[in-house]
């Protein structure tokens, strides 16, 4: 079945750094990867996605980075704030009808 | 919560007991998911939802069962739990649609089995 790996599975940044999470993925016919945030005592939440036709997509300060030939698409959070502290989770797909999601990664911006 | 809740949201039992856990969406979305989620495991599927009436296994099914009588509610049940089972489970639902995949959450619910 699919497996999926996300590194690194704790992170702690200084408020204002950058911080890149990266998910590898097993299933060569994954066409769509997208990354959960959940914050303490929530639901995970879908924060940014990308199809397998284009190499990145950006939204503000979170970017979505794929590189199918190895398998592996990244998050990165630039100019970090306290507000992004949360677990990160990537979730790529499996067939049609489930996702399949990493162990996540828990990520802590310090002031 | 994209219009979604879960009933209860906390709750204690004991070994052996029965145990059912709801979700009520208000999307009138044809996919919904059961998933648990435990420390240094993500969030895996237990079972899911593809219609009224219409179910399928996850990657953790084993002591699980689930109904879907209407649209709007998935129950989970735990026929006769245990404290393996004790975690925080989430409800997800999915519109239909091509290439349509992002899961809506609910607010969980935190299961302890004594």
């Known amino acids: 079945g699919e497996n999926v790996e996300q590194h690194p599975s704790t992170l702690s940044v200084q408020e204002g750094d950058s911080a890149v999470i990266k998910c590898t993925y097993s299933?060569?016919?994954?066409?769509?990867f997208p990354w959960y945030k959940q914050e303490l005592g929530k639901g995970p939440q879908l924060i940014i996605d990308?199809?397998?036709?284009?190499g990145e997509k950006k939204d503000q300060r979170i970017a979505v980075t794929l590189n199918k030939t190895a398998k592996h698409f990244s998050l990165h959070i630039t100019e970090t704030q306290p507000e992004d502290s949360a677990v990160y989770f990537c979730?790529?797909?499996?067939?049609?009808?489930?996702?399949?999601f990493g162990a996540g990664t828990r990520l802590a911006v310090h002031p | 919560d994209a219009g979604i809740t879960q009933s209860p949201r906390h709750k204690v039992t004991e070994t052996g007991t029965p145990v059912t856990l709801r979700c009520h969406q208000t999307e009138n979305h044809r996919y919904m998911y059961w998933y648990r989620q435990d420390p240094g495991h993500g969030l895996r599927l237990i079972h899911y939802?593809?219609?009224?009436?219409?179910?399928d296994k996850g990657e953790v099914s084993d002591g699980y069962s689930v109904s879907r009588s209407k649209t709007e509610d998935f129950l989970l049940t735990l026929e006769s739990a245990t404290s393996s089972q004790t975690s925080v489970y989430f409800c997800?639902?999915?519109?239909?649609?091509?290439?349509?995949?992002?899961?809506?959450f609910g607010p969980g619910t935190r299961l302890t089995v004594t």
């Open positions: 990308i199809r397998s036709n284009v």
């Open positions: 299933d060569s016919a994954s066409n769509y």
């Open positions: 939802s593809y219609g009224v009436k219409d179910t």
């Open positions: 979730a790529p797909p499996v067939g049609y009808n489930k996702l399949i």
């Open positions: 997800a639902i999915r519109d239909w649609g091509q290439n349509t995949y992002e899961q809506y």
